[in-house]
């Protein structure tokens, strides 16, 4: 097996949601999450509940035909703390934490650090283009798209997600 040295790439930034942490965490769930993201598709490996809890795996398609596999490491809604991990074989592992905070006027600033694993030289080279704009237009999108749903109850237009 040949060696590799991993890059690791992370990014942190701060949300500012206009619900209070408890009508926002619930959103920070796979299920949930096909109500607020365009085009958001998951397969659910495992949950007790049928969704977002503390060991729950679950998979989303990559353009490659391969597929993420998730897991919930930390699922703690006392706490609004919610922690994912992810493997894209061959490419990337993840880890993410988001911790929700209240706010001012029943808001919420959502806490939100991702770091990313190159797991092979495409995926060492990958993690050079998700660089700090990348995640500032990924995280700008998320941010768009949950606050158009707590606002209106429905989910935002496709083409404005991107």
Not at 36 to 63: H, I, K, L, Q
Request: net charge negative.
């Amino acid at each position: 097996m040949s060696h590799l040295t991993a890059k690791r790439v992370e990014h942190r930034c701060v949300q500012r949601n206009p619900a209070p942490p408890e009508q926002v965490f619930p959103l920070l769930c796979p299920v949930r999450e096909a109500d607020w993201v365009p085009d958001w598709r998951y397969r659910m490996v495992y949950s007790r509940t049928g969704v977002a809890e503390e060991g729950c795996v679950f998979a989303t398609p990559n353009g490659d035909g391969s597929e993420t596999t998730w897991l919930v490491t930390c699922y703690d809604p006392a706490a609004c703390r919610v922690a994912f991990a992810w493997v894209w074989p061959g490419m990337a592992a993840a880890q993410i934490r988001i911790q929700l905070e209240p706010a001012a006027q029943a808001s919420t600033e959502a806490n939100i650090h991702y770091a990313y694993t190159g797991l092979s030289p495409e995926g060492n080279a990958l993690l050079e283009r998700w660089d700090a704009a990348w995640f500032r237009g990924k995280m700008q999108s998320w941010e768009r798209a949950i606050n158009h749903y707590l606002r209106h109850g429905e989910k935002i237009a496709a083409a404005a997600w991107e």
